[in-house]
């Protein structure tokens, strides 16, 4: 479950970057996932709320932005989206070749914290 280690980053970066805001309590967290890093988004925020508790981040809502990657296929030369069952099977939609060069998808970004006193 590595929902738990992202949720413990996410915390601890919004709480350095809000100590200088006394009494500010988040209200919501965007972020934006690749799909190739495979993360639950219902684990990601189970484990955010549990270790939340206590915080600034307490009751903080988690607004998530799952981002696709792109793909080359190396044996047909599609260029796209690929089709994605789970870790293990990526393939290319149009050949079903598993030689893919990625662009994308591995991103985990906190765009926008909302705060209120």
């Known amino acids: 479950m590595h929902e738990l280690s992202y949720a413990y980053s996410i915390l601890n970066s919004i709480l350095e970057s809000i100590k200088d ?6 209200k919501e967290i965007h972020l934006e996932i690749g799909r190739l890093i ?4 219902d684990q990601l925020r189970f484990a955010f709320e549990v270790i939340a508790e206590g915080t600034a981040c307490e009751g903080a809502e988690l607004k998530i932005k799952f981002i696709d990657p792109k793909c ?5 030369g599609y260029e796209g ?3 994605i069952l789970d870790e293990i099977e990526i393939y290319c939609p149009k050949c079903k070749s598993l030689s893919l060069k990625f662009e994308g998808g591995k991103e985990f970004l906190i765009k926008n914290v909302i705060l209120v006193k």
Request: glycine share 0%; net charge positive; aromatic share 12%.
């Open 38 to 41: 495979f993360i639950n988004p």
């Open 81 to 83: 989206k690929p089709e």
């Open 21 to 26: 805001y006394k009494d500010a309590k988040v």
């Open 72 to 76: 080359k296929c190396l044996k047909c």
